[in-house]
């Protein structure tokens, strides 16, 4: 409903009540809306410490500890999470991600290639592979990976806008107009 603040203390009994994964993640998850980042990680910090088969737990604490400038520790949470389960795409976006903000392209490149061998299927993974490599220059490289995500899952929408902006920026304004067209 959009109200984190209310959320918490509900999620907080009824973790008092049931101490299971998911209810402490559905209660870190509300503290970090209800900006509540130190409460968040407490929250998460038994199924942290605990050797917990649970990558959303080592995910969410990526997120904070990027969020909190702790680059190395968010990377090495998200490893964990790839780790545990190699399945999990929102892992390899989220470490796609920080190797964007972080110019460490390659890495992120790397990781997704072994996302794409773990879900070949997954549009997204197609479409963050695509933008790191435009950002180094590997133009028609990044061209096939975004027309891969477009053909993946059309819906994707950013997907075939990147194809034309590519083929824009190709000077190939014939192929843009009719990808623009269709």
Not at 15 to 24: E, F, G, I, W
Request: hydrophobic share 50%; charged share 20%.
């Amino acid at each position: 409903l959009g109200r984190p603040v209310e959320a918490v203390p509900v999620l907080s009994q009824l973790l008092a009540l049931q101490n299971q994964s998911a209810n402490r993640i559905a209660l870190a998850r509300a503290q970090i809306a209800a900006k509540e980042q130190t409460a968040a990680l407490a929250t998460l910090q038994p199924l942290l410490d605990a050797g917990s088969r649970n990558s959303d737990a080592f995910l969410l604490a990526a997120q904070l500890a990027e969020d909190e400038n702790e680059t190395p520790k968010a990377v090495e949470w998200l490893r964990k999470a790839i780790e545990l389960d190699p399945k999990n795409v929102n892992a390899y976006l989220a470490f796609s991600e920080i190797c964007f903000n972080h110019g460490s392209f390659k890495i992120g490149i790397d990781f997704l290639n072994l996302g794409i061998q773990q879900l070949p299927s997954e549009a997204r993974l197609y479409l963050a592979r695509g933008v790191l490599e435009e950002q180094m220059t590997q133009a028609d490289v990044a061209l096939g990976d975004f027309e891969k995500a477009h053909q993946l899952n059309p819906q994707l929408s950013f997907a075939e806008d990147a194809m034309v902006m590519l083929l824009i920026q190709k000077h190939d304004s014939t192929a843009a107009l009719a990808l623009f067209a269709n």
